[in-house]
């Protein structure tokens, strides 16, 4: 009917608004704990990898989706809770690199574990609706039931993390304690279990990418599923600024559409070359980020 | 009477130069095996001797790490005479590994900073050096190995120049995409790179005829031409190991160093932060692509899949278990990826694992980064630094 809706532009925007949705939460789940806690958490794709096999573990119990994606979120919780207060709060104020190395380190564990309980053979997961695209006037239209769920599912999580934030009494708590802990413990916030709290939280916005990823791509849930993801997610993030959750998002979307028309009109293999190029070049002209304002560092 | 001590030290080093020459000579099978054996221990005197030299390392720090190269070169090439040659190969990668380790121990010991890329920089150095020696034949294999380092520079200069202007993990993060990249840059390049299954050197390297003198009749060319690259291997590292010690005692290195420790001072005596970071950026880069290019050299050949990211995550758990940021820490590092796999199936056999296992084939990583994490968290400093740490208690507990 109208060849405009199933035009090549048009297809190639929508679905990069998919992978762009992807790489937006990823991005935001790595602003979240580098302005808690100064870590760049290298385990960010591996924490959710791991609480998402967990999860759907119950699958072979007969559990339904929902009862799962539930599972997941606490399994999530959990590790990243855990990881936190065992892995992370030994190593505040410790050299920059030590968080990091740690966190490798952790990758590696946790993707060697969940290859030795659950193979590395992808698993697919069911998803709640049908991916066939729809049709348009007999032509394929970019989006399905599945995509937009998936759509509306990582606009929500945003949302959501940007009202707790914003108008919230315990996101103001958490931002106090990123942004001066001294001053927010004499006020009474309790610094410590705000950290521990941005740590779940942000492990529970890397859940729900996972599960949205393992069931949307042809690959499924492999241990290694979120190495790639984490590359484009923390390239969105250093273009966006590592202190803006704002510029994180926008970034990570539109870096999904960009990628999406490399695919199309270069090919697969170009896309983290590119990728990699706009951050060799935005850090060049604009080393802290895009979306924040040059802050001047204090002795 | 320490004065007279020290001054016996070298006709007594002379008279015992002799005597094992004479003892070697007359004890070898061949001449050629008497001369070489004489040799290897007369050299190990002579550096052992000036090493023991009261102000030698005071007066002359380049003799005196010369000296010392020199006794490890001697000392490592002699034991490989002895060794079989799946242990001498493991030795060759494992040298190889430890180029690759020190740059990345520089550029955390100097700069404070840390790479997830040199996997794919000794990719960089390894490809460079198979697709030149394809391409130009005739060219020395020395010169070959300087063009592979000069492009792993290269690409390090264009990577670490944004990214080293940066506080923050900026770079770790750079060089992980880069990692991520980098098999998806050879498959783009396919008809440079051969695309799947890699490329072969058009040449292999082969022992020099000599070699074979020192041999028992009988002794496959194979064996010798490992022993040769072994050798060559370690030769390499040493020379790496040698430039990468002055580097370290050098302005530059203490410039470094005192970035790393506390970089608002540094500025304010008028050391350029971004220009130090850049710079140990690149010789970390370099140095990666001399082992990768030394590796494609033992191997004969590469192939894309070898430098995955699990390399560079390999590699940073090799010098954070060996201790980064000390030159020992990258040799320790190298001897262990050189017997990793034999320990790992050793332990595979003793636990009696089911070796095809899900459990067997992921045994590595469970074990690398669990080393990773407890040596971060209980001793940051690596095996290297727990040694020096306990030899100081030990030498404070003898004195007094």
Redo the contacts between chains.
């Keep these: 009917m109208d060849p405009f809706l199933t035009s090549r532009m048009v297809t190639d925007i929508l679905s990069g608004l998919t992978n762009g949705v992807i790489y937006g939460m990823v991005a935001l789940s790595l602003v979240l704990i580098w302005r808690s806690t100064g870590v760049l958490n290298f385990a960010q794709g591996a924490m959710p990898m791991f609480a998402t096999y967990i999860g759907f573990a119950l699958l072979s119990y007969h559990f339904s989706y929902w009862w799962c994606v539930i599972a997941c979120v606490i399994a999530g919780v959990l590790i990243g809770g855990l990881t936190e207060r065992l892995l992370v709060r030994p190593l505040y104020g410790k050299p920059e690199i030590n968080p990091i190395v740690v966190m490798v380190g952790f990758l590696i564990v946790l993707e060697a574990v969940a290859a030795a309980i659950w193979s590395s053979f992808p698993r697919s997961l069911p998803g709640p609706f049908s991916s066939i695209h729809w049709q348009l006037a007999g032509k394929p239209f970019a989006l399905s039931p599945f995509i937009v769920y998936e759509i509306a599912t990582g606009l929500l999580v945003m949302i959501a993390v940007a009202v707790l934030f914003r108008f919230t009494k315990l996101g103001l708590q958490l931002r106090a304690s990123a942004v001066a802990p001294e001053v927010s413990r004499l006020l009474g916030v309790r610094v410590g279990r705000m950290l521990t709290l941005g740590w779940m939280l942000s492990t529970v916005v890397g859940v729900i990418t996972t599960i949205l990823l393992s069931s949307n791509f042809f690959s499924g849930l492999t241990p290694q599923i979120n190495d790639g993801i984490f590359a484009f997610g923390f390239i969105a993030a250093a273009v966006g600024g590592l202190e803006s959750p704002v510029g994180a998002i926008v970034v990570g979307v539109l870096l999904g559409i960009v990628n999406q028309f490399v695919t199309d009109y270069v090919n697969q293999n170009a896309v983290i070359i590119i990728a990699l190029a706009l951050l060799v070049v935005s850090l060049m002209i604009r080393p802290s980020g895009v979306f924040t304002k040059p802050t001047e560092r204090r002795v | 009477m320490k004065l007279s001590e020290s001054r016996l030290r070298v006709p007594i080093a002379i008279v015992v130069a002799i005597v094992a020459t004479v003892i070697s000579l007359v004890s070898a099978a061949s001449v050629r095996e008497g001369v070489a054996i004489s040799l290897a221990f007369d050299l190990a005197i002579a550096c052992a001797t000036a090493l023991s030299l009261p102000d030698l390392k005071s007066r002359h720090p380049v003799v005196s790490r010369a000296a010392f190269t020199l006794l490890g070169l001697d000392v490592a090439i002699f034991i490989t005479f002895f060794l079989n040659s799946s242990t001498n190969f493991n030795l060759a990668t494992g040298a190889a590994m430890s180029i690759v380790l020190l740059g990345l121990s520089f550029l ?1 010991g100097a700069s ?3 790479s ?1 890329g040199n996997g794919a920089f000794m990719g960089v150095g390894a490809f460079t050096m198979a697709i030149w020696a394809n391409h130009h034949a005739t060219t020395p294999i020395v010169l070959t190995l300087l063009i592979a380092v000069a492009c792993g520079a290269l690409v390090g200069l ?2 670490g ?3 080293t ?6 770079l ?3 060089t ?3 990692a ?2 980098f098999t ?2 050879l ?2 390049f396919s008809s440079w790179t051969g695309g799947d299954s890699g490329l072969q050197l058009p040449t292999a390297a082969v022992a020099p005829r000599w070699l074979d003198g020192f041999f028992h009749a009988g002794t496959s060319p194979l064996t010798t031409t490992t022993l040769y690259i072994t050798d060559v291997a370690i030769i390499v590292a040493g020379v790496a190991f040698f430039f990468m010690a002055n580097l370290f005692a050098s302005r530059t290195g203490r410039a470094m160093r005192l970035i790393r420790d506390n970089d ?1 001072a540094a500025e304010l005596v008028g050391i350029s932060l971004p220009r130090a970071r850049v710079v140990a950026f690149i010789v970390s880069s370099a140095y990666a692509a001399l082992g990768g290019a030394m590796l494609t050299l033992i191997d004969n050949s590469v192939s894309p899949p070898t430098y995955s ?1 699990a390399l560079s ?1 390999t590699i ?2 090799l010098i ?1 278990i060996g201790g ?1 940021g000390t030159i020992s820490g990258a040799v320790i590092g190298g001897i262990i990826y050189a017997f990793s796999t034999n320990v790992i199936s050793w332990i595979t056999n003793q636990t009696g694992l089911n070796p095809q296992g ?2 067997a ?6 074990i ?6 407890l040596t ?2 209980f001793a ?1 400093l690596g095996i290297a630094g727990a040694a020096r740490q306990l030899w100081h208690r030990v030498r404070s507990r003898t004195s007094g």
């Design positions: 955390t404070g900073q840390i997830l264009l990577l120049l944004p990214a202007r940066l506080r923050g993990p900026y770790a993060g750079m992980l995409a880069f991520v990249a998806f840059i498959s783009s608002v990211f995550v940073l758990s954070v980064i899900n459990f084939s992921q045994l590595n990583g469970i690398f980064g669990g080393l990773l994490i971060m968290l940051p």
